[in-house]
């Protein structure tokens, strides 16, 4: 269970480290803060780590009450003091939660008289309804407007901009786009607990990209297409030269995201003061960590075998190219599948496993197993989620692949990856 998420790999020793950080509003406090060396932690992967939790679902996550499972009552009571500014807030956004349900349910109404007013072809009412629906979804977006969430006072990110994200203060927003969040915002709020120290998080993920081939690291060699993929591409040129429109796959563009994150990154650490108002060049930073999450495009037999090597590969690669060999790596198994039999069975749960378990990573990476941070409750309404819009709009928000948009998976997610990344940095500081 929770005891076990940090992946027994890495030797994690405690679980219990937060530091509190004091003195944050006086002057003299600032001053010895700003003293203290920026902590970059770079965070990459697919879709899920671009993350499709909305505000909804993330507020849910204070109603830790109805869970069954005690541990997790017990976490999810404790994230809510990072997640939300406190119990009054709570408090507000379940209210406010209540008069946005009625908003759904009014709005589900108003829509079924509108097919029919369509259907009867009667066009002053069909007009009529349309507006009601239009000022309901104007009113939907001014009470969201209205729920309160954490926003970090030292964390700062660096997104790559590719979802139209800026430079900024980690808040709610730096998810696929602004009305998501991924693993970016749980880790941050949990590092910004842990560490007395200013923090930047440099984000570049993209939905769909694979390990084999988008992330694929210069030590994994060249790409070499299947012959299933050969294939394709010339049926799909066919289909092309007979006028059909298709998108024929280039696999002539290998490591681009690899190559992405590089310059990313280098181009952040080179212009650090941009990103983040307490760097002291003359103090400087360390590069603390990297943070993957990823999986759902090598689960198959073309990618699923090589995973293992091309995951040593990435963290050696990037080790060197960034020059920090001793840069930090903590990665979250893929847990979409939901169930215990499907997880174990799953290759890249098996492959970041056996990463985990490499001589030369021990104490340095760490695997963390999120199947325990699943949001399984949910996963009933989600199954008949259309014929319950409101219900389910109160706690998820997009497709079972997506880990359902699930607010409480996230921030179990985030706060386990930052847990495990502190684990790994106490472990460091300790003689050898």
């Known amino acids: 269970m929770i005891k076990q998420i940090v992946l027994r790999m890495a030797c994690a020793a405690t679980l219990a480290v937060s530091v509190a950080l004091s003195g944050l509003a006086d002057t003299a406090g600032a001053a010895e803060l700003s003293r203290k060396k920026l902590q970059v932690f770079l965070l990459a992967g697919q879709s899920n780590m671009t993350g499709y939790c909305g505000i909804m679902p993330l507020t849910n996550l204070a109603n830790y009450q109805e869970l069954e499972d005690p541990e997790l009552r017990e976490l999810d009571k404790r994230l809510c003091k990072v997640v939300f500014p406190g119990e009054e807030a709570i408090k507000k956004n379940n209210e406010i939660r209540a008069e946005i349900y009625k908003v759904l349910v009014a709005t589900g109404d108003v829509n079924k008289q509108l097919a029919q007013a369509r259907k009867d072809k009667d066009e002053q009412a069909a007009g009529e309804l349309t507006k009601r629906i239009k000022d309901m979804g104007a009113r939907y977006g001014q009470l969201q407007a209205k729920l309160q969430v954490a926003k970090a006072k030292r964390v700062y990110m660096a997104p790559d901009g590719r979802y139209g994200h800026k430079p900024g203060v980690l808040a709610f927003g730096y998810g696929r786009g602004k009305g998501y969040i991924g693993p970016e915002y749980g880790f941050g709020l949990a590092l910004e607990q842990a560490l007395d120290a200013p923090i930047l998080l440099i984000k570049v993920a993209q939905d769909g990209a694979s390990l084999a081939y988008q992330y694929r690291p210069p030590s994994s060699g060249a790409f070499e297409p299947t ?83 091309n995951m040593t590969n990435l963290i050696n690669d990037l080790r060197k190219e960034l020059g920090a060999p001793k840069m930090l790596v903590g990665s979250g198994t893929p847990s ?63 497709v079972a692949c997506h880990y359902l948009g699930s607010g409480r998976f996230f921030v179990r997610l985030g706060d386990g990856l930052a847990t495990a990344m502190v684990d790994l940095m106490k472990q460091q500081q300790q003689p050898q």
């Not at 890249?348 to 199947?371: D, M, S, Y």
């Not at 014929?387 to 998820?396: A, D, H, I, Y």
């Open 227 to 309: 012959e299933a993929q050969i294939k394709r591409v010339e049926v799909l040129k066919a289909k092309q030269a007979a006028g059909e429109k298709v998108a024929i796959p280039d696999y002539s563009t290998a490591g681009k995201d690899w190559r992405r994150t590089v310059e990313f990154t280098r181009e952040v650490l080179g212009n650090l003061k941009q990103y983040h108002p307490e760097y002291d060049p003359a103090v400087g930073y360390d590069l603390a960590g990297f943070v993957w999450f990823q999986g759902w495009s090598d689960n198959n037999p073309q990618h699923g075998p090589h995973y293992a090597q």
């Open 336 to 398: 979409y599948s939901r169930t215990r039999e499907a997880y174990e069975a799953h290759p890249v749960v098996k492959a970041q496993r056996e990463v985990g378990q490499k001589p030369e990573f021990k104490g340095n990476v760490a695997i963390v197993e999120t199947l325990p941070f699943y949001d399984h409750p949910i996963w009933p309404l989600y199954t008949e989620w259309r014929k319950r819009v409101p219900e389910w709009s109160m706690v998820g928000s997009h």
